[in-house]
């Protein structure tokens, strides 16, 4: 809500046109589907002073009502980012969504501050994560109710990030085992919440041209395709 500023329909106004805006963060879909998850459990007294029409920064999109979609049906959203008149609110949508994105293996330790040059410092505690920009993307979109695939790579130690997808209902045929290592980092976050990231590619790195076409292959014209920079191709 930092962005709308406390009101709930600027913060999805503001999700919605940082899509389109270069520097800012692209996961709107996300971020709509988590500001409407929101509304969904707010109680009825907060609920009636917020308008009801969500407008969309771009000419010809279709407007929502948040009352319509406060309990995060993903038709809903669909039809609000896809500029398609034969589909208009309310009906269902069969668009795929292709994350061709990272899985990692994350460390996360806790620190009085990050490490220096030179210094060998002692942790106060030590967590391990799933986690990878892919992941987190394939986790939010297939509990927001999306139909997700990811596509990337594991090593030999990746199955519990398989597993996870897999038990959140995400499609992951398209992940291949790769010898070696999956991605990992390594996470220092201190008392203030400030981090310091270490990441080391792994498997991510391991995707071939002709793999990518295999999984390509498998979606057409009206399916979106999700990337995070995480990977090698």
Known sequence: LVFGKGDFTATLSAAVSCGWDTDCNGATIGSVMGALHGAAALPEELKAPLHDTLYSFIPGFHPIAI????????????????????????????????????LNRDL????????????????????????????NQSLALARAGAAVYHAGCIGSDGGDL???????????????????????AIIQVDGRGQNSILLFGGA?????????????????????????????S
């Not at 309990?71 to 795929?96: L, S, V, Y």
């Not at 991510?204 to 090698?232: C, H, M, W, Y």
């Open 67 to 102: 009352s319509e979609c406060a309990a995060g049906r993903w038709r809903c959203i669909t039809n609000f980012i896809r500029n398609d008149d034969e589909n208009p609110i309310g009906e269902e949508i069969h668009m795929k969504i292709l994350n061709f994105g990272s």
């Open 204 to 232: 991510n790195q391991r995707i071939s041209p002709e793999s990518i076409g295999k999984t390509l292959a498998d979606f057409g014209e009206g399916d979106l395709l999700v990337l995070q920079n995480e990977i090698n």
């Open 108 to 135: 996360v330790y806790a620190v009085d501050h990050a490490v220096l040059p030179g210094e060998t410092l002692a942790s106060s505690g030590m967590e391990p994560f799933c986690g990878g920009k892919g992941l």
């Open 162 to 184: 398989l597993r996870l997808l897999q038990d959140s209902g995400v499609d992951t045929r398209h992940i291949r085992r790769v010898d070696g290592p999956s991605g990992h």
